[in-house]
């Protein structure tokens, strides 16, 4: 084979990001379900409130994806929670624009406390994960999403790590300083009973694990039951922060991340925390 017919692989350049492919049954109902939910978006608004907004039903379908993506991190052996994720996180991406980026740069703090990237990172993933941390920064709730990421990078024992844990400190408090990103005075107070249900829904999905049957993208190597409990509590209070800095809509700010919590917990007391056989491998293997 020569260089022109090899297949790109994706994991040469980054351990970040993961292969998508529509090979795989589980891949195709993601981005399935992410065209209908932004359809169902674009018909609502322009049925209920006479607008026609391609962009915003273009972001309805990413927010649904990514939360898509975030259960699978949260629940790597089942592959309905990854569903029942997508359809949680449409009504509330409809409701108000999640922060994308925030939720993005969520997913990949899971990643690196999971563990499911296998191998090392790469340049170009430090570089990314310095540049998240100042973006997170520059947001009111992105502080504990740059805790989540010093988190994340210590877990993950990558190389250099405590040189890249400064520097995702430095970078998120950098874009803090620039921008002028604080704390509300009154953090919470548009919240109410939202957060005592997120607390309840973290401890909760961070006993349920009861062993991993999933391998990282990269090595085969098997999933630690003990990271993905952390990865999962972290996820939870990581939500609780972001919804207490949050001024204006604190609900849907993380909303893909929280219905991706909430399907956890939802899938696991139906399967009575059992590991379910069916699911996808972190390579996005069906198995």
Known sequence: MTEAQKPFNLYRFT?????????????RFALTGSIMAGAGGFVYWWLARDEVDLVGAFFVGVAVFLAWACARELDPDRNFTAGVALVLAAPMAVWGRPALLLVLI?????????????????????VAIILAAGYAGTRPEGWVLVAFLVAGVA???????????GGVMASGSLGAIITGASIPDQPGSNVGWV??????????????????SSTTDVGNQPISAMRLRVARALTGLMVVGALLSNTTDAVVVMGPVLAALVATVVVAAVSSGSVVPVGWGSDGREH
């Open 15 to 27: 351990r970040l990001g993961r292969t998508l492919s529509l090979r795989h049954e589980s891949h």
């Open 195 to 212: 957060w005592q249900l997120v607390v309840v829904v973290a401890l909760v999905v961070s006993l349920q694990v009861r062993g991993v």
């Open 106 to 126: 969520a997913l990949q703090a899971m990643r690196l406390t999971v563990g499911t990237i296998g191998g090392t990172l790469k340049p170009a993933d430090y």
């Open 155 to 165: 877990i993950s024992q990558a190389p250099g790590y405590l040189f890249l844990a």
